[in-house]
Nanobody
């Protein structure tokens, strides 16, 4: 049984930073690429960032490039999303996902966490 659990969300002022964490269990973590997605109220879920199995290749949405950094620690079975220079438009529920079935940027991942709320006040 695969389980992904996000943490680290919260309320932050515009310009601030947050670090999201996702801990995985149930499969050999290092075998699977990981992604972060987000969904704002009334909007479709959108890609934020992804990282390959070794951590050597990363992908970012244009809207977060240069502000967000995805990383992973295979020994700890964790993936992180460091979010800097946060904007009000970053407000959303952020989801961790494992094992992309098509492309890294598509939301067709095999497993999903329950999400963590990030609210950026302007």
């Amino acid at each position: 049984q695969v389980q992904l659990v996000e943490s680290g969300g919260g309320l932050v002022q515009a310009g601030g930073s947050l670090r999201l964490s996702c801990t995985a269990s149930g499969r050999t973590f290092s075998l699977y690429a990981m992604g972060w997605f987000r969904q704002a109220p009334g909007k479709k879920r959108e890609f934020v960032a992804a990282i390959n199995q070794s951590g050597g290749v990363t992908y970012y949405a244009d809207s977060v490039k240069g502000r967000f950094t995805i990383s992973r620690d295979n020994a700890k079975k964790m993936v992180y999303l460091q979010m800097n220079s946060l904007k009000a438009e970053d407000t959303a529920v952020y989801y961790c996902a494992q094992d992309p079935r098509t492309t890294y940027t598509s939301d067709n991942y095999a497993y999903w966490g329950q999400g963590t709320q990030v609210t950026v006040s302007s």
